[in-house]
Structures are given as C-alpha cells and as structure tokens.
C-alpha cells in the first residue's frame, strides 16, 4: 500500500509542476495583498512560471497546495531545480546523465535536475543531495549564471566580505537591482519560496526591479 501511495504521489506531483497556467485564480490564505512578495508571487502564479504542488497533509498540517503558497518555507535543492526548469521555460532543453549516485533515470525529478546540471547551475558531484536547502549565497550564483548577470557596486554587506566565495555574484545582483542593501545579506541563510519568487520576477520583469519604488522590498 505505502509503495502504491508513493507512486500515487510521485504521479499527481510531476503532473501539478509542468501543468499550463491553470494557476492563474488560486488564491492563497498565507499570501495576501501588502505582503512584501505578494506582486512577484502572483506574477509567477499567473504566468504560470511557479506553481504549488499538491495539497499534501501530515497530521492534521497543511504543505503546499491550492490554498497555500508556504512562502517562509526553504526551498531544496531539487524544488530550485524543479522550478527553474519552469521559470526559465527550460523543458525542451537537451541533457545528459550528471551521474549523481543519488539521483535515478526513472526519478520524477530527473530531467530537471539534469537540465540546471547542465546548464551549470550545480556542480556535478558524486550526490545530489535532493534535499539539502539552498542557501541564499548558492542561489546568487544561480541567478548569476542562469541571467548572465555582470557589475559590481558601492554596496558593502557585513556579512559578504571581498573574499567571501560569492562575494562577486551578490555584487552583481546589487548592480542589476535584484537585491537590496540593507547592511547584511545573509548568505548562509537557507533560501525560502518567496525569496525565489521575489529574485525570479525582478530578474525577469525589469518592473520588478529595486528603482521601481513600488515594488522596493528587501532580499
């Protein structure tokens, strides 16, 4: 019965993740107008770059699902890759096997994983590690790469000094207006849904982005 239930869930999850915008008029309780990511979680939702999986239940607590976004929490490494595959609209992207030992062919998450291997968002290591957070510092890398984001700034956080290994990737972000200084950046913090959602639309909608006074938040 539990490897029926698993299969069950595997099928219903990969299914909700690359469905078209269907999305568009959920309503979430934990996500609500004057929110600070409100605006770049609806712009995901809406286009149909981010989507919830499935309402899944543990003793009586709601994760995820057609009425709830869990925008506080961390994001793993395979949700990241999931997710940028659809953000980035990389679906039809062509990959090999990373060969991670961790990770199978047969893996609902397989093909995402591959792909953001590939494209050098991970490095091809013996494990993937599927369900380790993504820290916010990793993550600047990410979006550096994926975006090609270049430049550097004034902005000086005290927590990313100059030899800080992604010291040059959060400049880029500052001089591209996709973070804000705000005295720390916390790059060791595990990146929440969203934070991914807030540094996805401004690095894809320049309406987002930190001179659009509006949509000024920081992360």
């Known amino acids: 019965m539990k490897k029926i239930l698993l299969s069950l869930l595997i099928f219903i999850l990969t299914i909700t993740l690359v469905a078209p915008s269907s999305f568009a008029s959920e309503k979430y309780e934990d996500v609500k107008k004057g929110d600070p990511h409100y605006d770049t979680i609806m712009y995901l939702i809406e286009n149909g770059l981010m989507h919830t999986p499935i309402v899944l239940v543990v003793k009586g607590k709601i994760y ?12 793993t490494k395979n949700e990241v890759a999931l997710a940028l595959v659809q953000a980035l609209s990389l679906e039809n992207e062509s990959y090999s ?8 062919e047969s893996d609902y998450d397989f093909s995402a994983i591959a792909i953001t291997t590939e494209k050098g968002f991970f490095k091809k290591e013996k494990n993937f590690n599927r369900d380790k957070a993504v820290t916010r510092g990793e993550f600047a890398a990410i979006l550096t790469k994926a975006f ?32 804000a200084a705000s005295g720390k950046f916390y790059p060791n913090n595990a990146l929440t849904r969203a934070e991914f959602a807030t540094f996805i639309a401004r690095s894809l909608e320049p309406k987002f982005r930190l001179k659009n006074s509006k949509y000024r938040n920081d992360i």
Do not use: C, R, W
């Open 64 to 75: 995820y699902g057609a009425t709830h976004f869990s925008p506080s929490n961390t994001m």
């Open 97 to 104: 096997n990373p060969g991670y030992s961790d990770v199978n």
């Open 148 to 179: 090609e984001f270049s430049g550097t700034s004034k902005v000086a956080f005290s927590d990313v000094p100059s030899k800080h290994p992604y010291y040059k990737h959060i400049q880029a972000l500052v001089s591209n207006d996709i973070t």
